[in-house]
């Protein structure tokens, strides 16, 4: 049976109905939202918000457009696009695979190749937490060595186990779902890092703060070994559960 003319024109204009209806359907499901514009640079403002934080607690989360760029704060985003743009390209260097949504998105910012959007705003103002925190966690991998694996403690954690443990680093973790504070810690019983992970918003952290600030504090507790995440995904540490103070 040969088509019509107009059997021709209906089935294009079917077709073009389809294409039509998936286009409308992908955009509402993957909108494109507009580009957000800044008065500054996005990452010193977030730098000068971080910084005002510091100082004034009680003021977090400053609107970018509200605050001052100083040329801390310009030489602190320098440095921040300086660690990542390194770390990332490291990074890649020495484990491979793909970038994940967030690095991808990082490497993007700090090389100024983002369109930031209203969906990029919380990575703009939780940087330089990030570099904050990162910066700290260098500074425990370099005081610390991996024995996990070789340490006769791994796999007794059935038993709380005694030691004296000297802090080397508090670090303040802000991430969307959770904020908290790590202790990191010197242990007589390895040569790993041990930490203490608390919430922020725990009413005895300022107590604990001070228990650990203690030179030489013995602790009696269940030492479980865990891998780093991220950048120190090679080194491994232990994870102290349920810590007693020893008198």
Request: with cysteine; net charge neutral.
């Amino acid at each position: 049976m040969t088509a019509t003319m107009t059997d021709l024109i209906l089935e294009n204009t079917m077709n073009l109905s389809e294409n039509n209806a998936l286009t409308t359907l992908e955009s509402l499901l993957n909108p494109i939202l507009p580009c957000v514009s800044f008065k500054d640079d996005p990452i010193a403002l977030s730098c000068a918000s971080y910084r005002h934080w510091l100082s004034h607690p009680g003021t977090r989360w400053l609107d970018l457009d509200a605050v001052t760029v100083t040329d801390e704060d310009r030489t602190t985003a320098s440095k921040i696009r300086e660690y990542y743009r390194g770390r990332i390209t490291w990074s890649q260097l020495k484990y491979g695979g793909t970038l994940s949504d967030f690095r991808s998105k990082l490497g993007k910012l700090v090389c100024g190749d983002l369109n930031i959007t209203k969906n990029e705003l919380g990575l703009i103002y939780r940087l330089p937490y990030f570099y904050a925190e990162d910066c700290a966690m260098d500074r425990v991998i370099e005081q610390t060595s991996d024995d996990v694996t070789k340490n006769k403690i791994i796999g007794i954690n059935l038993d709380k186990i005694d030691g004296t443990y000297r802090l080397i680093e508090r670090i303040f973790k802000s991430r969307r779902s959770r904020e908290s504070v790590d202790f990191w810690l010197m242990s007589d019983l390895c040569r790993s890092p041990c930490l203490i992970s608390v919430d922020h918003q725990n009413p005895l952290l300022s107590m604990l703060t001070g228990v650990l600030a203690q030179d030489n504090i013995r602790l009696r507790s269940y030492l479980f070994p865990k891998q780093h995440r991220g950048y120190h995904r090679a080194r491994a540490y232990y994870q102290l559960g349920n810590a007693e103070v020893i008198f």
